[in-house]
């Protein structure tokens, strides 16, 4: 989506221009008054509605058809993976998902891990399914896939949490084994702080393992969300979830408002965008 800033001695001039250019319908992202060499300006930055409405449902695309579809054909627990970068964020993200309501706390969760190769990543899991009374299976090998969504088919979601390494080009136990489970979604989870394009190789390297979103974490190192929505643009996935913080599980948050506002489009929370005229 392309903002445009447009300048005038009036916001009715300014917007004249806006409309000129980007259409009837464009949506003020800002206005602002400035002076100029001792002059008043008016400054007004604007998109297109139909490309703030692209964006919207880029990040909206949770409800992806494919993920429908998919849907139709199996029966059990849905089933949500978190990949990533090491120390992204996913064990934290699946710690709140789990427990918040705008997550799936509302649901009956069960936790899988494929993160066996850390002892503190594995102890970590285990001591958070003792204190929630969660259940948790750890699967150390593909061919345990069945065995461990059987003892989970109570749930109505499994979350699973990955280790932070890359796909190989020769599958490891760990990337067979979320082949076999084949979630119903796939995030990969980054942090916010990430440059566009290191993101952008993270979404390349990621995406044998099947990701159909991405979650972004570490919202609170950014000043004022600044180049999240251009980060969420970049990665051009849908992103249901952000987090935000340490506290578990306060610090998740819808993805939508909070992207929308570090834009200047709506307050957060409100979804609403500023329509020309
Ligand atoms: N400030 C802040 N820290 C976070 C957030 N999410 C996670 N962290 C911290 O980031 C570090 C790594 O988090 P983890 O959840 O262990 O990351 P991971 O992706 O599971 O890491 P690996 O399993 O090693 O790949 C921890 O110190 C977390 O407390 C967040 O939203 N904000
Ligand atoms: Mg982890």
Not at 76 to 95: C, F, M, N, Q
Not at 192 to 205: G, T
Not at 246 to 269: F, M, N, Q, T
Request: aromatic share 4%; glycine share 10%.
């Amino acid at each position: 989506m392309r903002l445009e800033t447009f300048r005038g001695t009036s916001l009715s001039r300014v917007l004249v221009d806006v409309r000129r250019s980007l259409g009837d319908d464009a949506m003020v992202v800002r206005t602002l008054n400035l002076r100029e060499n001792g002059r008043p300006v008016v400054e007004v930055v604007a998109a297109r509605a139909e490309e703030v409405e692209a964006f919207r449902l880029q990040l909206d695309g949770g409800r992806a058809a494919a993920a429908k579809a998919k849907r139709k054909e199996r029966i059990g627990p849905y089933t949500v993976a978190l990949v990533g970068p090491a120390g992204g964020g996913k064990s934290s993200a699946l710690i709140k998902l789990a427990l918040h309501p705008r997550g799936v706390g509302r649901k009956k969760v069960g936790l899988l891990t494929l993160d066996t190769h850390r002892v503190a990543g594995l102890e970590e899991m285990q001591t958070f399914a003792e204190i929630t009374n969660l259940p948790l299976e750890v699967v150390y090998h593909s061919r345990e896939i069945p065995a461990a969504i059987q003892r989970l088919r109570g749930c109505e979601v499994i979350l699973v949490d990955c280790p932070g390494r890359a796909p190989q080009e020769d599958p490891s136990e760990w990337e067979l084994a979320l082949q076999a489970l084949d979630p119903d979604e796939v995030h990969l989870v980054l942090s916010a702080e990430m440059r566009d394009s290191v993101a952008l190789r993270a979404k390349s390297v990621f995406a044998p393992c099947g990701v159909t979103h991405a979650l972004f974490t570490k919202l609170d190192h950014l000043e004022r969300d600044a180049g999240l929505a251009e980060l969420a643009q970049a990665v051009g996935l849908p992103t249901r979830w952000v987090a935000d913080g340490h506290e578990i599980p306060g610090d998740l948050k819808e993805s939508g408002p909070r992207i929308l506002s570090a834009l200047g489009l709506g307050a957060v929370g409100d979804g609403e965008i500023r329509r020309v005229g």
